[in-house]
């Protein structure tokens, strides 16, 4: 606990610090800024998912009013690839610069750019581009068999072993296993969604870019677009005040980026480029289409003796990005003998990217979904079955956890839920009409830290300021740096002012992982000792000061005041009085953290755990199924905003709900297009499908990951639900769904009839 934690900022449920200039419209999204002579971009999509450019004729569209340009292969100038760098720095997830040959490898690919006086004659324009192509058959296969690729694949991320996890002799614990279960489940390919479209404005003044982007990660989008641009760093800004959410779709650049840039370079003009809806589906990332096999072999007391994950995920023609599904299978449960393995499966599709909880999502519904069903088999309750399987240990690293209390998370959620009361036999359970289906499942999600840097200011009017070169995507980060700095400097929320969202800020971790918080801590942290340090010489060496004759270290801080510390806080004097006697408007300084994130030794496993309990309705006279309620609970550490955790869980539930019923993007077989490709036939989860929310959290904190224990929570409560629904489902109808998203075909098959 802070010292202060009577006064303390931190664990209480704090409103939004950019809640009113949100509100209020002030908020600057990237696409609000506007510049003298802005031009306007709208990117020629290609109508085929696999073939040739052959011909490319923009006569008619040049000619058009108010066009500036059409460009193409042969008028974009260059724009160089981009290579990862160390660390978090360089990621691209579609490498290929645009326009790089002309070749089409996915439906919507860019092929040529319109630009205009104005988006409207931007648009025509670029409609009025006339293709020819030499067209082949795409490959949108949703059957997916892995590639033959070597057991060593380089990925968007760079080389992973295609073996994850090996330990014991999974083949034959399995064959000799007295209960065994082998099923394949397959999740589908998601869209993002974010209520903000991508967006760049791209300015250049000399060999000075300038990029406003609703970017996830602004350092790195400054590293690749550097490097694409052929200019040192310090030459590229990118700036994100504010993010319409980003579910992942916003963390790395994608190619309507650079685009924008090299037309702002060839024209002289700044330049504005708004994707459509559509254009998001095809060209800026989404969930890649899983196929898992897991088979288990079980005790028939229910311990496990065997468990297999062999794991496929779709990818772009481009690209391997891996969807890492079998990252938590390893230390999840106990298990002696286990192997992770997984393929990749290369399709004429956009290159799939990070989506809220990859991996973890579709893994842990493959996953959390056999654990149900095995305890079916078993005739075990499920939530007894996970107890059983408690490990002590990461048995896939062979550490110690830092902090795990998934079993407390069951025990509370059964609790909160009543789950002690349910009778396990399908369509048993009524209420009213309805029949009801119970079901559950657990989650966990990484915890480490990024690097990071800050700067805490000290001034003499009484306020502070913290300033760190990371992104708010809507998740609470203003809220959370100013939390931090309202605690260490002892002033109230409305007395620290945060600047965030600019590459001339100390460089800050990205907006991924749900790891921006939990890295802030120790830079805020860092920096604002620096400055109470220097404060405290100050005090003592300022000619007529209270403190003249005292050393710096004679002196202390506390609640905004420098006293003597053999005094106590009693007669201390606030800051703004100390700087204003030393003539100074503020004192100023930086602190930085290092990342725990892919070391290499790490001495403890940091996940965080969790589960969910669900109660579907189901009506059989009109097949329609609910959910109805849900009691999620949280191990994450310490919450430092309980209102904005809350509403990270929340959002994440009403996603899980969409991902378990509703949401698919469907590839047209004949022209590879994204056929749902807008937010009418793409459906997601609204306030009509989602019940109140029961949402808890443990609150232990996690020493291993900063001073104040607090590990991440953007992404655990997405992990899991679905399989939770699936489980409620199957109870309730007697139907058992392995393919996401559940359908009214599927539930037509239910035997429990009106
Ligand atoms: Mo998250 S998919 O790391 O934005």
């Not at 496990?304 to 481009?318: I, R």
């Not at 009409?433 to 559950?440: A, E, I, V």
């Amino acid at each position: 606990m802070p010292e202060n934690s009577q006064t303390s900022a931190i664990g209480k449920p704090q409103r939004r610090i950019d809640g009113p200039v949100k509100v209020t419209g002030l908020a600057m999204y990237a696409t609000d800024h506007h510049f003298p002579d802005l031009l306007y971009a709208v990117p020629v999509e290609a109508t085929i998912a696999n073939g040739r450019v052959l011909k490319l004729d923009t006569t008619a569209a040049e000619k058009m009013p108010g066009v500036r340009a059409i460009f193409h292969r042969a008028n974009i100038g260059k724009i160089f690839r981009s290579t990862l760098g160390p660390g978090f720095e360089g990621i691209c997830i579609e490498r290929r610069p645009p326009f790089e040959d002309d070749v089409v490898r996915y439906y919507g690919q860019y092929v040529a750019l319109a630009v205009a006086d104005t988006f409207e004659a931007a648009k025509a324009a670029a409609d009025s581009v006339r293709l020819t192509y030499d067209k082949k058959k795409p490959n949108v296969d949703t059957d997916l068999k892995a590639d033959d690729d070597p057991e060593v694949v380089e990925t968007s991320y760079g080389p992973v072993r295609r073996l994850q996890s090996e330990r014991g002799d999974p083949d034959g614990a399995f064959a000799n296993a007295p209960v065994k279960l082998d099923e394949i489940y397959v999740t589908p390919s998601e869209t993002h969604n974010p209520i903000e479209l991508q967006a760049t404005i791209a300015i250049w003044d000399g060999s000075m870019l300038t990029i406003y982007e609703e970017s996830q990660a602004i350092f790195n989008m400054r590293g690749v677009l550097a490097q694409m641009f052929g200019l040192p760093k310090e030459n590229v800004r990118v700036i994100t005040k504010f993010v319409g959410s980003g579910f992942g779709s916003k963390l790395w650049p994608w190619t309507h980026c650079p685009l924008a840039a090299a037309a702002a370079r060839q024209l002289g003009k700044p330049v504005k480029l708004v994707l459509s809806r559509r254009m998001t589906f095809q060209a800026a990332g989404h969930r890649a289409r899983t196929q898992q096999q897991v088979r288990v072999g079980a005790t028939l007391e229910g311990k496990l003796v065997s468990l297999m994950h062999d794991y496929v995920n779709e990818t772009s023609m481009l690209e391997k990005y891996h969807e890492d599904c079998g990252e938590k299978t390893a230390f999840h449960y106990s298990v002696p003998n286990l192997r992770v393995k997984f393929g990749f499966a290369m399709r004429n599709i956009g290159s799939p990217s990070d989506m809220r909880g990859p991996g973890a999502v579709p893994g842990l519904y493959a996953t959390e979904s056999a654990m149900n069903e095995l305890a079916d088999q078993l005739k075990i309750d499920p939530v007894r079955l996970r107890v059983l399987n408690e490990p002590k240990i990461d048995e896939g690293l062979g550490i110690p956890f830092s902090s795990r209390h998934y079993l407390e998370c069951l025990e509370l959620g059964g609790e909160k839920f009543g789950w002690s009361k349910r009778n396990p036999k399908i369509g048993s359970m009524k209420h009213d009409s309805l029949t009801l289906g119970w079901g559950m499942a657990g989650c966990s999600w990484l915890a480490a830290r990024f690097p990071a840097q800050a700067n805490v200011q000290l001034r003499n009017d009484g306020t502070t300021r913290v300033a760190c070169g990371t992104q708010d995507i809507g998740t609470g980060t203003y809220t959370i740096l100013a939390q931090l700095a309202a605690d260490k400097i002892g002033v109230p929320l409305d007395k620290v002012e945060v600047v965030l969202g600019d590459t001339i800020l100390p460089e800050g971790p990205i907006s991924g992982g749900s790891m921006a918080t939990g890295s802030v801590v120790p830079a805020v942290f860092a920096a604002a000792d620096k400055a109470i340090e220097a404060l405290l010489t100050i005090a003592a060496t300022t000619p007529g000061s209270v403190f003249e004759k005292r050393k710096a270290d004679e002196l202390a801080f506390e609640g905004g005041r420098v006293f003597v510390k053999a005094n106590g806080p009693v007669d201390g004097i606030p800051f703004a009085d100390v700087l204003r006697h030393a003539n100074l408007r503020l004192v100023s300084r930086s602190g930085k953290s290092e990342a725990t994130f892919g070391e290499k030794k790490p001495k403890f496993s940091t996940h965080s755990f969790g589960c969910h309990f669900v109660e579907v309705t189901w009506q059989p006279e009109i097949a329609r199924l609910r959910v109805n309620r849900v009691v999620t609970v949280i191990d994450a550490g310490r919450i430092i905003n309980p209102l904005a955790g809350r509403n990270q869980i929340e959002g994440s539930i009403v996603m899980g709900i969409g991902m378990a019923l509703l949401e698919h993007t469907t590839y047209d077989p004949q022209n590879g297009a994204p056929i749902n490709s807008n937010l009418a036939d793409y459906i997601v989860a609204v306030n009509a499908d989602v019940p109140k929310l029961d949402v808890h959290f443990l609150d232990y904190p996690d020493k291993e990951i900063n001073q104040l224990g607090a590990r991440g929570i953007g992404e655990i409560g997405l992990a899991g639900i679905a399989a939770a629904i699936t489980a409620a489902t199957y109870h309730a109808t007697g139907v058992r769904v392995r393919e996401l998203p559940i359908k009214i075909e599927d539930l037509l098959k239910s035997s429990v009839l009106a």
